[in-house]
């Protein structure tokens, strides 16, 4: 039996599509596919979660502050949610749509991201091409994972597919073993 | 100078019991109490003939030294790709994939047109009033257009009853079939079964080796409780040869039960939004139906074996879930496009010892109606070795793809059981896998009708209207454009 990455179903030896989530089975070696974990151990249980601090770590200084192309102030007018890539402190603001998706772009894939994270070694970190959805609405922010190959993570806890997830100002993401951090100004 | 063996369509080596399948199945189409064509009289006497020898043991041994050496003749073309170069021992089972093109053998295309025997069955019931009966009509009329002296036609229409609109005929002038076409009015229900029947009844009469023979059905509704019987009445046709094509408008009809008649008797069933397409539809139905090279093509294979067929689905030229015993019927086959099937196939396990597995091992038969005689029987045997190291390697994209979208469609049916069976729940997160799984394939709209379908069955605990059609429809018209790239690579 063979197990699928993506949502544990068991298969016979052979299968080319998990038969309950449609992810892939098949080695693809075309580079073209998501980078499955080799850590992939790191399936968040309570117990997994605590020992691997160095992920959990509020990540060194995560830089709320600038550098921002502009003012505080002047963000805070325009734009009401921010995602700060935690690594390279790259600050993406949230503005003129409702919706965002987040991944990567590689070679022939047919559906981009909204938010391209390839410059942030998004294949190395486990980020799929197509991997979670931010959703604004009026009085809240909404994060969907889209079945992605190595999850996504609210503070540590990583959070079921397709099912949206509040998030909060300060709120430690991981997509893979990306950090974000989403900041939210009322 | 024809043989014995070629009237019955068999190999020299034919086993008795091949030897009388295909008489009893060439008498029951030709026989003179049932078919009144012209020529089938004397069919049916030299399929008597043959039989008569061949089933004596001491004739046959005289007849079969009288023969010259057997010619091998090739009737079909059949090209594999597997998912894996070999299989591997295992103390478990394994899958295995496999797409199937068969098409006419080189040189051996049909050059002709085909003629056809068909029969329209149309839904005159009072919801077809309006525009529905009007597009049904034109075009209706459209298609007889494409019809052809030597073509034999009837129209049958029903609501709470049948009546015979057209009696089998070699094709009258358009302007009587107009004529005859135009004075049908709504009024009752559905009861298809009454349409079926009728049908069945002049298609049958004109059975002949030079034709193929259809059923087109155009309905808008569900028919209560005469399925059954329905059912039983495709079998005698698929018997016969007869395909049942069906194409449902709007959204209040049974598309299982429609693909149902259609799976068995190798036709095909379509959904029609609304009725704008129908026009094209039909036409392209009768121009695919006079260039069939081979028609009621069945598969038949040998089930005690150590491969079962888990699933089946004809992926072109019209996509359609096909049975997974033997026989599998795979309908007609024209030129092009050719016929692809992918199979799922569950394999025991392997031992160590074994060397080679066969996978399926049995006969095609048919009939190619442009040829004299039609009807055949090819062996078909395929098998893959079995190797002990894992040899790498990348399974064709072709295959991948008809893969991806047979999970897509499959995905479809769990979602179609969890809300038969109530679990709502499960239902809404499939549909949400699905859209994903939509979007990866870039089929952004249909992702969102998905999502949206999705939505319905959280709030409502059910289907809307037309989202269930939508969406198997939907996933089953994504396996056509999976294969339509390129058929050309498939390895012999």
Known sequence: MIECPQCQNKEY???????????????????????????????????????????????SPVKTDPPFPETKESIAKHTRVQVIVSQSSKA?????????????????????????????NAYILGVSRLHATIRLSEDYVTITDLGSANGTWISGKVIRPHVPHMISDGDIIHLGKLQLQVRIFE | MTDNYQILGLPRNASNDEIRRSFHRLAKRYHPDVNVNIGAQTDFISIQRAFAVLSDHAQKAEYDKTLPPE?????????????????????????????????????????????????????????????RLEMVKSSAIEITRLLME???????????????????????????????????ETNGGTEIFQGLQAAFGQVKTHLSPRRTNHIVLITDGRTYGDEAACLNLANEMAELGISVNVIGIGEDWNDEFADELARITGGSSEYLSRPDHLKQILQNKVLHFTQIYADDVK????????????????????????????????????????????????????GRETSKVDLISGYFTGEIPNQYPATFLERVNISLPVKDSTVKSQPSPDLVNAVSRLTLFRMQEKIQREIQSKN???AVLQLQKLATNLLSVAEYEFAQEVLNEAEHVRVNQDFSKQGKKQIKYGTRALMISAINRTTDTLIK
């Open chain 1, 13 to 59: 030896l052979g299968a080319m599509f998990c038969s309950e989530c449609g992810a892939p089975l098949i080695e693809d070696k075309t580079e073209d596919r998501d980078s499955t974990l080799q850590t992939n151990k790191i399936s968040f249980s309570e117990d997994l979660a605590r020992d691997y601090s160095p992920f959990l770590k509020p990540l």
């Open chain 1, 92 to 120: 993406v603001p949230l503005a003129d749509k409702h919706e965002y998706t987040f991944g990567r772009v590689s070679g022939t894939q047919p559906v981009l991201p909204d938010i391209d994270l390839t410059a942030e």
């Open chain 2, 71 to 131: 010619i091998q003749r090739r009737y079909l073309t059949t090209k594999t790709l597997f998912s894996r170069p070999a299989l591997i021992p295992l103390d478990e089972p394994q899958l295995l994939y496999t797409l199937l093109q068969i098409t006419p053998p080189e040189g051996g295309e049909n050059t002709t047109r085909t003629d056809i025997n068909i029969c329209l069955v149309l839904d005159q019931s009072t919801s077809m009033r309006g525009i």
């Open chain 2, 150 to 184: 030597e073509d034999i036609v009837s129209i049958v229409t029903f609501a709470d009853r049948a009546n015979v609109l057209l009696p089998a005929t070699f094709k009258p002038n358009e302007r009587i079939i107009a004529a005859k076409i135009q004075t049908i």
């Open chain 2, 299 to 350: 598969l038949h294979f040998d089930s005690n074996q150590t491969a079962i067929v888990r699933y089946a689905m004809r992926v072109s030229p019209e996509a359609s879930k096909m049975p997974v015993d033997s026989p599998i019927p795979l309908g007609s086959i024209a030129n092009t496009p050719p016929t692809t099937i992918l199979l799922e196939l569950e394999l025991d396990p392997i």
């Open chain 2, 424 to 426: 709502t729940e499960n």
